[in-house]
């Protein structure tokens, strides 16, 4: 197993509709992998955490270098690290095969085609292109190199 440090991350299996396993990924750090084939188009797993402002975003943003914030909407995001599904540790792929839909400030993971058991499962984290640039380390055979947007 690789060397991470602190605790291994588990997932909520209240939140997830498919047997899901974190183990060490390829991409970074923790990774979330298929336990079972899951078919397209169906909930995965929903991204849970406390609801926070964009001001307390990003207060905790620049306190932190691991951080696990997904923005819902113009003036909410929601923190993984609190209260967290284990949907955090989705890694950003730049082909992904998970998708995410937003209703009513819930996150949905949904498959975007038949996951394979032992998939590592990932999404694209679409971060603007105003933010600062983030290498991306998918190692998807069209990367864009990193894991912002381009236009």
């Not at 609190?82 to 540790?89: C, I, L």
């Amino acid at each position: 197993m690789a060397n991470i440090p602190g605790p291994k991350p588990v997932i909520n299996e209240k939140y997830a509709n498919f047997k899901l396993i974190i183990a060490p990924s390829r991409i970074h750090r923790w990774g979330i992998f298929a336990g079972e084939a899951i078919p397209a188009n169906r909930k995965v797993i929903e991204y849970t955490g406390e609801l926070i402002s964009r001001r307390e975003t990003k207060r905790r943003a620049d306190a932190s270098d691991m951080i696990y914030l997904f923005t819902v909407d113009d003036y909410w995001c929601k923190d993984g690290t609190v209260g967290g599904s284990g949907a955090e540790y989705i890694n950003h792929c730049c082909e992904p095969n998970l998708k995410t839909v937003i209703i009513r400030r819930h996150i949905l993971y949904m498959s975007m085609r038949v996951v394979k058991k032992g998939e590592e499962l990932t999404v694209d984290y679409r971060f603007d292109k105003k933010c600062d640039r983030v290498p991306c380390q998918c190692g998807a055979k069209n990367c864009r190199g990193t894991i912002n947007l381009r236009e």
